[in-house]
């Protein structure tokens, strides 16, 4: 059985990793990859100075300067994602707990529902697929923010985060590292 060393500082929790990892790939990636989608889409349907082909393009301006915002969302969360995977300073654990929460409430209020709720008047193939991947996209969005504010506030990721262990931990580490041993004694050997 491994000791632990309680005077070091403690190693950053599996599920802090992976919270930052998920929350990172939602909220960073999927932005990202959404802007280069558009932006190709939108280079290859032009064939010339003043015209487009096979587009409507009614609006598109506007979503243009929605793109702006999601990209400085997306790579400002990214810095703080990295800042968040070293544990320093101590304070990026609320930094990044109310990041998460902010980018989700507006993730979910003025990208996923407006979508959810257009009803485009041109028929096109997306729109029988488009509603089941917002829905899926609404459901990863709220289990991902739920799951990395939740873990973020757990006492690993705060021991983490304040670079040591506290009394309490120590004692309750100490008798769940006792309880461990005393089982295993107790398990047959074959």
Known sequence: ??????????????????????????????????VVFVISVDNMMVFDEVGRSGIDIIGMDGFRQQLIPQVLFAFGFLVIAVLSWLGRPAIMRYILSGTIAMISILTITQQIIPRLNANPATLDASRDINQPILTIYLILTIIITLYSVWYINRWASRAFYRGHYLEEDIKEMKRIEQEMMSSADNVPST
Do not use: C, H, W
């Open 1 to 34: 059985m491994i000791k632990i060393d309680y005077n070091q500082k403690p190693p950053r929790p599996l599920g802090l990793s992976l919270a930052i990892i998920a929350s990172v790939m939602i909220f960073t990636a999927l932005p990202l990859l959404e």
